[in-house]
């Protein structure tokens, strides 16, 4: 069944699953701060937005109350994403999957009320490292 995301914050992460729900039927509504990285996803999304996720104002104007899956893939910036989730956890969006940087940046998240944290990095470190001591993996 076709769903509805929007991403909030379009860097390698960010854009990489917009591209990939994009191609698997889903709606994609992109968000970013940087123009350039807005533009960089513009064949991938269903319809894209130049601005600031902490804006209220703008979650407001794109309707994010009415989505079932936020995406908050905001990396350096923590207050920025720590906001960010708390404006969209405001608007009662059921599923606010975040990006987290650190150990301590993960616990806030979990204080307000993420619903799934990802470390990217961490979690493909030790998917790889599973991978490669795995007997299916051939010696060549
Ligand atoms: P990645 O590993 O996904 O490339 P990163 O950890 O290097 O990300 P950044 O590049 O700092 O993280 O941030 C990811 C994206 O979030 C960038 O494209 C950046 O422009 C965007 N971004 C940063 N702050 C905001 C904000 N307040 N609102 C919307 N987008 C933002």
Do not use: C
Not at 19 to 25: D, I, Q, S, T
Not at 36 to 48: F, Q, R
């Amino acid at each position: 069944m076709k769903k509805q995301f929007a991403i909030i914050g379009l860097g390698r992460f960010g854009s990489s699953i917009s591209k990939e729900l994009y191609h698997m039927g889903h709606e994609v509504f992109a968000i970013d701060i940087d123009e350039k990285k807005v533009n960089a996803v513009k064949d991938y999304a269903t319809s894209t937005y130049v601005g600031n996720g902490t804006d209220e104002a703008l979650l407001t104007n794109i309707g994010i109350r009415n989505f079932d899956h936020v995406i908050v893939a905001i990396g350096d910036d923590i207050q920025a994403s720590i906001l960010t989730t708390l404006h969209v956890k405001d608007f009662d969006v059921p599923n606010v999957w975040v990006k987290a940087q650190n150990d301590y940046h993960h616990k806030v998240l979990e204080k307000i009320g993420a619903d799934r944290i990802f470390h990217p990095e961490k979690e493909m470190g030790s998917r790889i490292a599973a991978y490669l001591t795995s007997d299916t993996v051939l010696d060549y």
